[in-house]
């Protein structure tokens, strides 16, 4: 299942510089725009990979992993 999410970017000078709404913590800056959304891209997926394994850590065993939709 592939998730989206909402990038907001902008030129500063000779920079760009994003964020990931929905994720705080998640922001770059690059030179190009093009480089600003891969790093986004890289910078959320592992984010969400080093959230799930500190949650999944944090509850220890015997947990259990439901789907949630907002």
Known sequence: ??????????????????WIEEVPGVNCQESTREELLESLRVTLAEAIEFNRTEA???????????????
């Open 56 to 70: 999944r850590s944090a509850a220890g065993k015997g947990y259990e992993e439901l789907l949630i939709a907002v």
């Open 1 to 18: 299942m592939k998730q989206t999410y909402t990038a907001v970017v902008k030129q500063d000078e000779n920079q760009w510089i994003g």
